[in-house]
Structure formats: structure tokens, C-alpha cells
């Protein structure tokens, strides 16, 4: 848990499926790495997670990415992983949520039209960080898509805010200028052909930390 309270910007490699790739964004100075617990293509089995994690320096924080699952499904998962926190990216409310407090992350799919709303919504939760992500087709995050910054760059949180959404090495020094957030996320922006590329983690890390 020692990443949460890291001053610098956080660095997160979501959707780590091997421990060849997670020892490298590791290696390559990423914060906290995400493993997906819910249904596609980037699910990992609790069980390849847990041997990863066991791998991972123990300064690395590791988030489990749930989407509307059994709470105690989520504290069994975590358990067994030995994960640091939980990021929960479906339809979780605010109760659902208080259960984990510390631990918790929750995303917000950001659109035109739920931009004037989000400072209200993301308030009723009592988690320790927000994770704005794009919402489209009917997904709330995960779709490898930018949101406009401008609609969120003028908007204040009560919790440290976490920048995600088709973010890559081109545009992720624009991004951390336009928003300045607590922290990046990224996933499809460091993939070839759908699988994770080492240099594309590097090159992505190196360029947030200088704008960071």
C-alpha cells in the first residue's frame, strides 16, 4: 500500500497477463500494475495472478480490476492474490464501495453528458482515489478511447484523481498537462497487435515521468 501515498505521479500498467511483462514495466519503473478479474480479453486466473504478484518487487502496488462482483468474491480474490487495491469499474454504489475504503478505486466513464455531473457523483464515494476513464458502446472504461480533457481539466475532486482513456506515449504528456492528475492509466496505448510491448511500456513511463 506504500504507492498510494507516493507524491510523485503514479504510473499504472493495467491488464498484465504474464510475468514477462510485469517484471519489465517493473523493471521499466512502473507504480502499480493492474490484473483484470473480469470478463475479455485481459482476464488473468487468480491463480497466474498470484504467481505473478509473488514475482513483483513488493514497493510495485498491484490493483485488482473488478466489474460488478460478489464483494466477497472481491475479498477472497484479494486474499488469495495478496493484491493492494481494488479498482471497480461497473455499476458498484457507493455502499458497495465503503466496505473496501482504503483499498478502493472507482471508475467513472466520462461523456459530454455525464461531465457536469461527475464532481456530485465521484463525491458519494468514500474510495481513495477516482479513475476517469471513456465511456462508449456501452462500456463504461477499457475501450482504448481519448474523452475530451476539457471536460474535466476545470473540474475539482475531493479524491486524487486517476487519468485513463486511450492514453499512449504520443499524447500522454498532453494529457498530464491538460488534466494534471494524481495518476495515469494505461493498457491498449502500450500494446502491438493486442499483446503488451516492453518498449512501448518504457517509452510510456519515461515520457509521463518527465511531464510529470
Known amino acids: 500500500m506504500n504507492k498510494l501515498s507516493a507524491w510523485h505521479l ?3 500498467i493495467c491488464g498484465i497477463t504474464d510475468s514477462d511483462t510485469a517484471l519489465a514495466a517493473a523493471a521499466a519503473g512502473a507504480d502499480a500494475l493492474g490484473f483484470v478479474f473480469a470478463p475479455g480479453r485481459r482476464r488473468v486466473a487468480p491463480e497466474t495472478a498470484r504467481d505473478i504478484i509473488r514475482r513483483l518487487p513488493p514497493e510495485v502496488l498491484t490493483v485488482g480490476v473488478f466489474v460488478d ?8 480474490i484479494a486474499a488469495y492474490c495478496g493484491l493492494g487495491a481494488l479498482q471497480f469499474h ?7 464501495c465503503r466496505d473496501f475504503q482504503g483499498r478502493a478505486v472507482k ?6 453528458s455525464s461531465a457536469g455531473d461527475l464532481e456530485r457523483a465521484a463525491a458519494a464515494y468514500p474510495v481513495w482515489a477516482l479513475l476517469l476513464d471513456t465511456a462508449a458502446g456501452g462500456r463504461p472504461g477499457g475501450t482504448g478511447r481519448v474523452f475530451d ?7 475539482k ?9 486511450g492514453l499512449n506515449p504520443e499524447n500522454v504528456q498532453a494529457a498530464i498537462a491538460a488534466v494534471r492528475p494524481y495518476g495515469v492509466d494505461v493498457s491498449t496505448g502500450v500494446e502491438t497487435g493486442g ?18
Do not use: M, Q
Request: glycine share 8%; no cysteine; proline share 7%.
Open 10 to 12: 503514479l504510473v499504472k
Open 69 to 76: 462482483e460478489d464483494p466477497e468474491t472481491v475479498r477472497g
Open 90 to 96: 461497473g455499476r458498484e454504489s457507493p455502499d458497495y
Open 107 to 112: 471508475a467513472f466513464g466520462v461523456t459530454r
Open 149 to 155: 480533457w476539457r471536460l474535466v481539466e476545470s473540474l
Open 157 to 165: 475532486f475531493s479524491r486524487p484523481v486517476i487519468l485513463a482513456g
Open 195 to 212: 499483446v503488451k510491448d516492453p518498449e512501448k511500456i518504457r517509452r510510456f513511463i519515461k515520457l509521463a515521468r518527465e511531464a510529470g
